[in-house]
């Protein structure tokens, strides 16, 4: 007599809580980055080289004040721009040549847990990237103000968003070998125009133009803060302006498909 055979299970497999699936994406997120050459290169290989540089070179001139006080807060805000905007610009847009971006929108994660994902894997990266610059700019002599941290943590944060909203437009909107292009090229004129050096060393007419992009708002807010322990309330306006703008058109134009 043969044994019966067992009934089948009609139980259907579970997500994860949401929270568990967010936090797992954020950790393969923050891994992928982190394992991403060309990333690390941008995000901290770059950034180290240009504060020893312009920290022991005496070019460009800055004034009468200690070179350290000046550049480490701007490659710190470099370190936010190269994570949150060039590096997610270029890897989402290759997720959505892929497919990826569109698996991940009809899975239980879902768009929202996906982005979601993407700001903490920002976040953990500027993190480490903090961590190493930091390290590496107090081991040359700098010195920052203890009392402008507040305001340097809130201009990070207004500077990673309006960096990461808009490098999402534009992953979302171009073809993805068009993102390479202008995400690289949009690094270098960002690093120009305000973001690693003052506004006011720029010449004259470019000091307007500068000071309203996102690139010389973080960079001044930074500088004033970690330098002189002032909040740049004027920064930290354009910061928000750009967030809240970007954030705005890539929710409308955002494609998830190619």
Known sequence: MTPSAAPESTARPRAA???????????????????????????????AMALVGLTLSPYPALGDVHRIDVTAPGVLALAVASTAFTGQAISTAFDRRYGVLRMYGVSPLGRSGLLMGKLI?????????????GGLALALGWRPQLVGIPAALVAGVLGTTAFLGLGLLIAGTL???????????AWVLFLGLGLL????????????????????ALGEAMRGALAHGT????????????????????????????
């Not at 393969?28 to 901290?44: A, D, H, K, M, Y």
């Not at 953990?124 to 990237?129: K, Y």
């Not at 073809?175 to 090229?185: G, T």
């Open 17 to 47: 809580a949401r929270p568990a699936r967010v936090f797992a994406q954020g950790r393969f997120e923050t891994l992928t980055l982190l394992r991403n050459g060309e990333q690390l290169l941008v995000s901290v290989v770059l950034p």
């Open 121 to 133: 894997a920002v976040g953990a990266v500027l993190l480490v990237q903090v961590l190493l610059l």
């Open 175 to 185: 073809r993805a070998e068009a993102v390479l292009a202008l995400a690289n090229l």
């Open 197 to 216: 050096l003052p506004v006011a060393t720029l010449p004259t007419w470019a000091e307007p133009l500068a000071s309203a992009l996102p690139s010389g």
């Open 231 to 258: 909040w740049s309330w004027g920064a930290l306006g354009v910061l928000l302006a750009w967030s809240a703008a970007c954030w705005a058109l890539a929710g409308r134009l955002f494609r998830w498909a190619p």
